[in-house]
Nanobody
Framework: QVQLVESGGELVQAGGSLRLSCAASGLGRTFSRYVVGWFRQAPGKEREFVCTIDWTGLDPDGTNSVKGRFTISRDNAKNTAYLQMNSLGREDTASYYC??????????????WGQGTRVTGSS
């Protein structure tokens, strides 16, 4: 059974930093072949794409609102992906979800999702 488990969400002061983790289980060594992405959903809003990274880890991509502040990375040896978030603000308050798919996390609905971790940016 495949599981993605996010962790690291908490209340953070404006301008602060957090690192979220997404630990994958049930994929074994095939995790390295998966595209991984982060999405977020703010209260009362639809889920939105944040960033993604392919299996090589060499060509990460993200939405404009987080470029220069958020960095996605992965450690295939640990079956874990990360989201380093800097210069956090209230606008980043949301539940953050990890997603994985063999092809893409932005073209269609990813195969696997985590349960989410809550980030609250205070003013």
């Amino acid at each position: 059974q495949v599981q993605l488990v996010e962790s690291g969400g908490e209340l953070v002061q404006a301008g602060g930093s957090l690192r979220l983790s997404c630990a994958a289980s049930g994929l074994g060594r095939t995790f390295s072949r998966y595209v991984v992405g982060w999405f977020r959903q703010a209260p009362g809003k639809e889920r939105e794409f944040v960033c993604t990274i392919d299996w090589t880890g060499l060509d990460p991509d993200g939405t404009n609102s987080v470029k220069g502040r958020f960095t996605i990375s992965r450690d295939n040896a640990k079956n874990t992906a990360y989201l380093q978030m800097n210069s956090l603000g209230r606008e980043d308050t949301a539940s953050y979800y990890c997603a994985g798919d063999l092809r893409s996390v932005v073209s269609g609905i990813p195969n696997y999702w985590g349960q989410g971790t809550r980030v609250t940016g205070s003013s």
